[in-house]
């Protein structure tokens, strides 16, 4: 392929590193980079700031955490052998089955000679001089690589609660993405949960079942829809068992990089009422979100045919919830569904028709503090001997901008991003060479199977280095003029979806002073691979390659 957009130029000759790339982070993506890279004979070691790798499914540990893509999808593809061994005991994975399947990975393929635990990143600074990424972790340890990957993960970074009174508060409390490793016995104690997003959702079921009083004290209702989680049925297994890697292959020619859900074809209000109904309860009974957002065409489009899809969602909440104030209450009715994250639930709404379980509007009276018995709405008083803040994260850019990244002499990540992230296709960012991300913001990655698309990710930049190597370049950044194009790129095609109508994480909004910008790419892991690609075959287009090898 022609290297249209190489530069001439040169920089600085490279000095000796630690390592040939350093990655940050030991989840999913941080896992796999150690995998891929050393198989093109690179020295990497990567980062973790917990006490074993896994990431997300690592700290997730709260009662009912599970995923929500089905098992026989969510799990790495580059190991045929494994997905033919592996046995998942569900539908959908819990999160000690997840993480039991990642640290078998992790073993299997030796890849934890290559970990360091228990070492968070502090700051990652690049030299124009020696050309090398010097990355600092929290025990005052440096160590330098050519380049860097951030694997940083996209919830990974709790949002803590910032509610007055908090430290007097007499009982335990916990967020359920720092989920202590012993568990939490809630037995015969008044339990609070603050929160119903996903977090929310999956666990409120499960502490209902302990805790002698529970209080869920909602903002927002949010759509959820059954899961209809059972035991993995052993005659879908062996099918999709004997079409994986058809299956793989097909799933990124996907919107979600998931096969087997065949494209809608109609619009809803092309359909009957009646034929709409039909289909909506066959996707109800069917459980699992992507196949209810499949129903039509122009459910993530169009706010009249939403409108229908959420209807229904919402006269199964009302024949669901016995007291008409809570069930009333638990109805969606401030975005459409779909627009922020849809969650599946086992139980969830059947969890309010028990006695000892009661639902408060912390929107009309939201929560003014926590008190050292409990806490206080602008309303009324609450007493609890546990609080469970399921108040979710600093999305997709919080763990990177927690660390300190910038060029010697340069504006730090977090600064250039200060109206908001700004990437090119979510793997690099404008003025810091050879830093690339997995699944950064403006990337499909949370709209999609997210192991997917770190593999893509990861296999990109892998390639990107082999290439670099092979014709002799140290050094590689996306122009500012490529990210502002793919920034444009991306909020138009956010801004033609219904996704900018709700206040969700992926807009940032639910944290304080975050710019409120759309962050994921929705334009589909088909239509985002085939541009990556395109860039590829038209020679790194939007990049700057430059540099020299060492010695030369
Ligand atoms: O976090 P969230 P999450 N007072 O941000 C509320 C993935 N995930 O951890 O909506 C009162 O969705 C907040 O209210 P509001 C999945 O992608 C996946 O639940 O801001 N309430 C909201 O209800 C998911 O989307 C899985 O008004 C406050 C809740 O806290 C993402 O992680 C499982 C508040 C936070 O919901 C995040 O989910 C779990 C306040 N001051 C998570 N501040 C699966 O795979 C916040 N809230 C199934």
């Known amino acids: 392929m022609p290297d249209a957009t190489l530069e001439t130029g040169r920089s600085a000759p490279r000095a000796q590193s630690d390592f040939d790339v350093i990655i940050v982070g030991g989840g999913l993506a941080g896992l796999y980079s150690i995998y891929r890279l050393r198989k093109q004979g690179l020295k990497v070691r990567a980062y973790e700031a917990g006490d074993g790798v896994g990431g997300t499914w690592f700290w997730n540990r709260y009662p009912g955490c599970r995923c929500d893509v089905e098992s026989m999808e969510y799990s790495y593809s580059f190991d045929p052998e494994l997905d033919q061994e592996w046995k998942w005991p569900e539908r959908y994975g819990t999160q000690p089955a997840i993480l039991e399947y990642i640290d078998h990975v992790a073993e299997r393929h030796d890849l934890m000679r290559d970990v360091q635990l228990n070492t968070r990143i502090k700051t990652a600074v690049f030299s124009e001089k020696t050309q090398l990424w010097s990355v600092t972790t929290e025990h005052g340890e440096t160590v330098t690589a050519p380049a860097c990957i951030m694997a940083t993960g996209n919830l990974s970074t709790p949002r803590k609660p910032d509610f007055p009174g908090i430290d007097d508060f007499k009982g335990n409390w916990y967020h359920t993405g720092l989920w202590p490793k012993e568990g939490v016995d809630f037995t015969d104690l008044r339990v609070g949960v603050i929160g119903t997003g996903s977090s929310g959702v999956q666990s409120i079921p499960h502490i209902a079942e302990q805790a002698k009083e ?164 602008t309303e009324d008083e609450y007493e609890l001997d546990a609080i469970v803040f399921a108040t979710g994260f600093d999305a997709m850019t919080g763990a990177m901008r927690e660390i300190d990244i910038h060029v010697e002499g340069g504006k730090t990540l977090e600064e250039q991003w200060e109206d908001g992230p700004r990437t090119y296709l979510g793997i690099m960012v404008a003025g810091l060479p050879n830093l690339f991300m997995i699944t950064g913001p403006q990337s499909p990655g ?68 975050k710019p409120a910008v759309f962050m994921p790419y929705v334009g589909g892991v088909h239509t985002y691979t085939a541009k990556c690609n395109a860039v590829v075959a038209n020679g790194y287009e939007g990049f700057v390659l430059s540099g020299e090898t060492v010695g030369a």
Request: proline letters at 7%; a negative charge.
């Open 214 to 377: 529970l209080t869920v004290f909602q903002r927002t209702a949010n759509f959820s829809l059954p899961a209809r989680n059972a035991p993995l049925d052993p005659v879908k297994e062996a099918a999709h068992k004997a079409e994986y890697p058809e299956r793989r292959k097909a799933a990124y020619d996907t919107p979600f990089g998931i096969a087997g859900f065949p494209p809608p074809t109609q619009n809803a209000l092309e359909a009957t009422e009646e034929e709409r109904r039909a289909q909506y309860e066959a996707k109800w009974g069917e459980g699992g979100s992507i196949s209810y957002l499949f129903s039509y065409k122009d459910l993530l489009l169009d706010e009249a045919a939403n409108q229908t899809a959420s209807d229904f969602v919402r006269e199964k909440i009302l024949a669901t919830v016995k007291d008409p104030k809570t069930a009333e209450l638990l109805c969606p009715n401030n975005h459409p569904i779909g627009t922020k994250r849809l969650i599946l639930d086992s139980y969830y709404y059947e969890t309010f028709n028990k006695p000892h379980v009661s639902l408060v509007d912390v929107r009309s009276a939201p929560i003014q503090e926590i008190t050292p018995t409990g806490l206080k709405t």
């Open 446 to 513: 949370v709209k999609s199977q997210m192991i997917l698309s770190i593999q893509w990710h990861t296999d990109w930049i892998a390639d990107c280095l082999e290439h670099m190597k092979v014709t002799g370049k140290t050094r590689i950044e996306a122009t500012e003029q490529a990210a502002e194009d793919w920034v444009n790129h991306t909020r138009e095609v956010a801004d033609s979806t219904l996704y900018p109508k709700a206040n969700s994480w992926y807009m940032g909004v639910n944290i304080p002073g």
